[in-house]
């Protein structure tokens, strides 16, 4: 039974908007913190901890069918200390429990529940639980029930449960921490190409079978072998698969950007959230397609490139700059009703010629194609949109065209999904590095003025100058105070990206104040590799290494990569050593399973070879400085790195002469080609 009176618990004082969401709830939620830890210490109560995030689909089921149920809240406020927590907020909270959650039960997912002893030590944990027995789950009631009998009747047992677990988990986590033997050689990267081609599917594109997550590392490396071991079928898996994802439901294909995932094989049925972090990543990815494709299939990629970016600046950008975190699956109770169409709906929206286009083109049907089994849709007839049918005639074209702007403005007029408006500095760095790649390759302004205001903003908001501290997450005038790798490592990849694309000294400037921070607080020299958190993190059961590249890259691979680079640039040889520790301290697993680490391999790839430097002298502000800079990057050559002669560059660069007339030289080692003036000449010297 639901209940009937508007409760306001202590998550109304928090910032997170999935904790928000929560805060009218029955259930008596703390915050993750001292004041819930000592109410379970001082009333021996065991802690039901659940972790989700504002725009996870399951987390608003499990939430409609338990969490605002009076008789659920009842038995949690009775015998448990129940704590909520975002997993965007709080990765590291979130990693440790994942990981038990996953080793127990052999699967892991939001929204994630687990039981812990008063010392947060975890005894029992799975994701979601039904209000009835189903799907060979007890029911949530039920389980709550058995645990607090449990608690009372066999508490010594459950807490030496608890013991042993966290002893085997740390035990884990600790040789994962290991500096592992092995030599770091050019076959490791052949062997891991050979992987993932076998992963291919060759219908669809994508690697691996459904559901299909982008994780946009995994194709980028491939483009890397490719290069490197000139491997053209290997490239053309990456360009199929980009043509088939961009073609997709998982696409919007009226707003611009990608959802996290599809469903099915065939990138139909997305899961309709979409993530800041995914739509990041595959702009990189489009903008390596764009550079590596044939000039019959480069429009194509880049207006993928230009319609997620201006998704982004349109729908997720706060008025200052920051980039907003992710938006719902579901709108007014419905997934996918925000961006699903049926036929008599677009037949009555559209003029009869556009409605025969729109339709061959997008596949409409009567019976629709959300289909998808695991999310069922409530409403008939439903169309996720496609493109079906490719070819569209000359005469047909401007009838696509005026058929989509009313589309999008009939659209315009629903009830958008919820927005996750936080802004974290972890995926904003790596937005922020989309927009200052995007405008290095394709040269548009636009995309350097939202990455430079981007930086502005997260400055201002998150980075305190006179620490060197940067802070994880910003809302409403308010940061938090969470340390975490993630956020300095991905905004040093933005920043670095960022300085690469303008040549500004003050972005290089602050990328070596964030490298020395990062290493100051989350490197271990013993081992290599980098802690998750800082070491002064005290509501942390373990200290963890994230070494898996998932949807989202591993804080180590980010920072290993960055640190390479940012070493070529500067010539400082403690960022080269901390990234070479990192990468040894991964050899075992590059051997086992390079699938896990695709991003880390990018990192071997670039550490392998001599980098390229391309350094441009001049004065940055010029227009023929800013063409050598686009043709510097208009080139896929990932193992290079562009730089200045002005600020903190390494010796030679820094050498050249400051005329204003701008220069480019093509260096590897200590030798250089003669320099050119000529976008076209520095674009061939890099082709070679």
């Not at 504002?54 to 009076?70: K, P």
């Not at 990455?451 to 502005?456: I, M, Y």
């Not at 080692?669 to 674009?683: F, N």
């Amino acid at each position: 039974m639901s209940s009937t009176t508007r409760h306001t618990n202590r998550l109304a004082r928090e910032k997170s908007p999935y904790l928000l969401q929560h805060a009218h709830n029955p259930v008596d939620w703390f915050p993750w913190g001292d004041e819930a830890f000592a109410k379970a210490r001082a009333e021996n109560k065991p802690i039901f901890l659940s972790i989700g995030y504002s725009t996870c689909h399951w987390c608003h089921v499990m939430e409609r069918e338990s969490f605002e149920t009076d008789a659920a809240a009842a038995a949690l406020n009775r015998d448990f200390v129940s704590i909520k927590v975002d997993r965007e907020e709080r990765p590291d909270v979130d990693k440790i429990y994942m990981t038990f959650v996953q080793a127990t039960t052999g699967a892991g997912g939001w929204p994630m529940s687990v039981f812990l002893t008063p010392d947060l030590k975890p005894f029992y944990g799975g994701t979601y639980f039904p209000p009835e027995p189903r799907y060979g789950r007890p029911s949530f009631i039920q389980l709550v029930e058995r645990l607090a009998e449990l608690w009372r009747e066999r508490r010594d047992d459950l807490v030496l449960n608890a013991e042993q677990t966290h002893a085997q988990l740390s035990d884990m986590l600790q040789s994962q921490s290991v500096h592992s033997a092995g030599s770091l050689e050019p076959e490791l990267l052949r062997a891991a190409g050979g992987a993932f081609k076998e992963m291919y599917d060759p219908q669809h594109g994508g690697f691996g079978r459904a559901p299909k997550f982008p994780q946009p590392s995994q194709p980028q490396f491939l483009l890397r072998y490719a290069h490197r071991f000139g491997d053209e079928a290997a490239k053309q898996m990456v360009l199929h698969t980009c043509e088939r994802m961009a073609a997709g439901g998982i696409h919007d294909q009226l707003g611009g950007g990608f959802a996290r995932y599809s469903v099915d094989a065939e990138w139909l049925v997305p899961h309709f959230e979409k993530m800041l972090y995914d739509n990041a990543q595959l702009v990189q990815l489009y903008l390596d397609a764009y550079l590596v494709c044939q000039p019959d299939q480069a429009d194509a990629f880049a207006a993928v490139v230009r319609s997620t970016l201006n998704y982004v600046l349109r729908d997720m950008t706060h008025p200052e700059g920051g980039f907003y975190s992710a938006e719902d699956a579901d709108s007014e109770g419905h997934e996918g009703k925000f961006y699903c169409w049926t036929h008599d709906e677009l037949a009555k929206l559209l003029a009869p010629e556009e409605f025969n286009v729109v339709a061959d083109h997008f596949g409409i049907t009567k019976q629709g194609n959300f289909t998808d089994h695991s999310h069922p849709s409530p409403l008939p007839g439903q169309n996720v949109l496609s493109i079906v049918n490719p070819a569209v005639t000359a005469d047909d074209q401007p009838l696509l065209e005026s058929a989509k702007a009313k589309m999008i403005e009939a659209r315009a007029q629903r009830v958008r999904p919820h927005l996750d408006d936080k802004v974290l500095a972890s995926w904003n760095g790596l937005m922020l590095g989309a927009f200052a790649r995007a405008y290095a390759v394709l040269g548009d302004t636009t995309y350097r003025a939202a990455a430079e205001r981007n930086l502005s903003f997260l400055r201002a908001t998150l980075w305190d100058a006179e620490t060197k501290t940067l802070y994880h997450r910003w809302r409403d005038g308010e940061r938090d105070a969470v340390q975490l790798l993630d956020a300095y490592a991905f905004l040093l990849r933005g920043v670095v990206e960022l300085y690469e694309a303008t040549l500004t000294p003050e972005h290089l400037e602050f990328a070596i104040e964030l490298a020395d921070a990062m290493l100051a607080r989350f490197f271990d020299p013993e081992n290599g590799g980098f802690w998750q958190s800082a070491a002064s993190a005290s509501d942390l059961i373990l200290r963890v290494k994230d070494d898996t590249d998932g949807a989202e890259p591993a804080g180590n691979s980010v920072a290993t990569l960055a640190l390479f680079k940012l070493a070529a640039i500067t010539g400082r040889e403690d960022f080269r050593g901390a990234a070479e520790k990192t990468l040894q301290a991964a050899a075992a697993k590059f051997a086992q399973a390079p699938q896990a680490l695709p991003y880390l391999l990018e990192a071997l790839d670039f550490w392998l070879d001599e980098p390229a430097r391309v350094a441009i002298a001049g004065e940055p502000t010029s227009e023929a400085f800013a063409a050598l800079a686009h043709a510097a990057h208009s080139v896929f050559a990932p193992n290079k790195i562009v730089l200045g002669n002005r600020g903190p560059v390494e010796p030679f660069a820094a050498a050249l002469p400051k005329e204003p007339s701008p220069a480019a030289y093509v260096c590897a080692g200590q030798s250089c080609k003669p320099a050119t003036s000529s976008p076209r000449e520095l674009r061939a010297l890099l082709a070679r």
